[in-house]
């Protein structure tokens, strides 16, 4: 299984996150992308419980859905698996060595590294370039994962007749998506620090970039789900009828300053926190912008409150904001899912490499 292949042809994007399976296609004319195809499909309430699959088959199935729903006709596809169930480790390797003699070192290196028998990971390995304070060694990046976190998704695309092209890692897709985000940043972000907060269903994930690359991670237990179980609670619906009027209205007055508001400053806390834990364990180190990602990002006006009680810019992710669409592809509905397809535009992105 290849995480870091390269020369493939195009690959869906599919990711497949606690609440929603997803799926991107994107096309390359010139410098422009395209989205060719795309869908969302919602998951039953523990689908994926802690990042992990608890039903091959529901999710296949749901694969399957996001496909049909999509149109797409290729059959190829990119996943990724979260950061948390990943071990990376750069490793200074003699850049004299060539391809088959660094694959037998790096076996030997990772038995050091890896706290599992290697029969029971996955692993994959990647060249970084020559190591910055010795030009005769170069730093090699080296992935490993619990072969079952790998052999789920793969099984789920099976059954829903896709073929695994690459594994990648959510973080490593976060970084991919971030390059499209550049751009849209004053100052071009290219030499700031970005924190860019991804706030799912279940878990809030903070990857912080300098010079874009991915220096930071962290993951919270919180989310999207919180607001839906309190709407639940507080109107007696049942957790799909909560999930529904979260997204399409239709809540009692009271909705916006009882249960709406006091989510919103509860993600503003949750973000707070986990840049106080990067910025102490980084020496002290600022975050120049915010970027919004994850379904609750789409929170009329989150941007806003995180940026006033933050005192840092904040922006709301759009990697489509210069791409063509297709026919196939609604403006609409794509712009109310937006923020919450980041990962999987970094996955699709797999296609250009």
């Known amino acids: 299984m290849s995480w870091f292949k390269k020369d493939q042809a195009t690959v869906l994007g599919i990711d497949i996150s606690t609440a929603a399976v997803k799926l991107l296609e994107l096309s390359k004319a010139g410098a422009r992308y395209r989205v060719e195809s795309y869908a969302v499909v919602p998951l039953p309430q523990d689908a994926i419980v802690d990042k992990n699959i608890t039903d091959v088959e529901v999710i296949g199935n749901a694969v399957k859905a996001v496909v049909k729903q999509s149109g797409a006709k290729i059959r190829q596809a990119c996943v990724a698996v979260a950061g948390s169930s990943v071990m990376t ?135 999207g789900r919180q607001l839906t179980e309190e709407i639940q609670r507080r109107y007696g619906l049942s957790y799909e009828e909560a999930g529904l ?75 489509f904001i210069n791409m063509a669409l297709s026919n196939k592809v609604k403006p609409q509905s794509l712009s109310n899912d937006t923020p919450a397809m980041m990962i999987a535009c970094g996955l699709a992105l797999r296609s250009f490499d």
């Open 89 to 223: 480790k750069i490793i200074p390797m003699q850049a004299s060595l060539n391809e088959d003699e660094l694959e037998e070192q790096i076996f030997i290196e990772a038995d050091q590294y890896i706290p599992y028998a290697l029969d029971e990971v996955n692993l994959d390995f990647e060249v970084l370039g020559p190591s910055e304070n010795n030009p005769e060694m170069m730093d090699v990046l080296l992935a490993a994962s619990r072969r079952e976190n790998i052999d789920d998704r793969v099984e789920a695309l099976m059954l829903a007749g896709l073929k695994t092209a690459i594994v990648d890692v959510e973080a490593f897709s976060m970084e991919n998506a971030f390059s499209l985000l550049v751009d849209q940043l004053p100052e071009t972000g290219e030499n700031q620090t970005v924190a860019i907060a991804d706030i799912g269903a279940t878990m809030t994930t903070l990857n912080v970039l300098y010079k874009g690359k991915t220096v930071y991670t962290r993951e919270q237990g919180f989310g």
């Open 245 to 319: 009027a979260k997204r399409h209205g239709g809540l009692p007055d009271n909705y916006i300053t009882d249960v709406l508001e006091p989510f919103k400053k509860a993600i503003v806390q949750q973000i707070a926190r986990s840049l106080q834990f990067f910025v102490s364990s980084n020496a002290n180190r600022n975050v120049d912008y915010i970027v919004l990602a994850g379904g609750c990002a789409s929170i009329p006006g989150i941007d806003k409150l995180v940026e006033q009680d933050l005192g840092i810019s904040t922006y709301i992710a759009n990697p």
